[in-house]
Every structure is written in C-alpha cells, then in structure tokens.
C-alpha cells in the first residue's frame, strides 16, 4: 500500500547531526525497502547502512537532510571531494511520501554547492540498474553516464557525471 501524499510539505536542508543518525537510518531503509529483492544482501547493507557504518559516513562526508516541520527527517545525501578536480555523491534517499516533492532536487543542489565550494569542477555518482526512477532524476539534473561500470556486491553499479562548473 503507498502512503499517502503529505499535503503542503515544508521542509529545510541543512548539515546532518550526530543526533539524526536514526532518522537517516530509517529514511535508508524505507526508500530502499521496494529494492530489496533486486540487490545482494551485502549490497542492501552497504545501501541502507547501520549506526557503525553511518557514523564513519558522517566523518568522511558531508552529509545532507532534509527536515521536516516536525523534525522527521524527509531525505539524506552524502558527498565528499575525491581529489582537487573531482568530486562523489552517494547516499541520496527520500521517503516514500516525499518523493517528487522537491526533496531529492534541494538535497542534490545541496550536495553539488558542498562540492564546487571545496573547488570540484566535476561530481560523479554510482547507481544500480533497478533505480530506474533515480536514473532518471540524475539524468534530468544533467548527469550523464560515463560508460564505467563496476562491481557492487555481485551487480553491476553505473557511474553518472556532471560538470559543476
């Protein structure tokens, strides 16, 4: 059954915290819940994380949240500079009832203003091959795929690119 849409959803983007780390989990595994079956199950648990691997997100990346009006957090986006040129976003997820609500698109603008501040001209970022809905948000945010494919715990994970400056 899908949730029903929440009406008027407000919300603001802002830095995560050490004290939103269950709020993000659960963001994680609710966006990711419907792909379940068409991941491995090491490639779910490095999707929707655990606090240990979360915690160590937090202090490798900038990490991003969506907050709504009642403090839920609505959505999540990591990103970090992988070199002087180049920057990586992972992690992106919005809850079932927020998506196609502008969350997605505040939290990646987000995430690219962190990376062309810290001097990235280029930001890249990894998908799979059952997030059709994801693939084409990125692509309708000008990302582009690079033609790289790698392996991810047993599927193949597609690298996306876009110039930021």
Same mark, same amino acid.
């Given at each position: 059954m899908t949730p029903p849409k929440p009406a008027g959803a407000s919300f603001a983007v802002r830095r995560a915290e050490e004290g939103d780390s269950a709020g993000i989990l659960e963001c994680l595994r609710l966006a990711f819940e419907p792909y379940r079956e068409e991941y491995t199950t090491q490639g779910f648990a490095d999707t929707? !994380?655990?606090?240990?691997? !979360?915690?160590?997100?937090l202090k490798e990346m900038s990490v991003f949240v969506a907050v709504g009006e009642g403090g839920q957090i609505l959505g999540t986006i990591g990103c970090a500079a992988v070199s002087d040129e180049e920057g990586h976003i992972r992690g992106m997820a919005v809850r079932p009832g927020f998506q196609g609500r502008g969350v997605a698109a505040r939290l990646l603008e987000a995430a690219e203003s962190r990376l062309a501040a810290s001097g990235c001209r280029r930001a890249n970022l990894d998908t799979t091959a059952p997030l059709k809905r994801a693939i084409r948000f990125y692509e309708a945010h000008g990302y582009r795929a690079s033609g790289t494919i790698r392996d991810f715990f047993g599927m193949p994970l597609y690298e996306y690119v876009k110039i930021l400056r």
């Open positions: 929707v !994380l655990d606090a240990g691997t !979360l915690r160590g997100r």
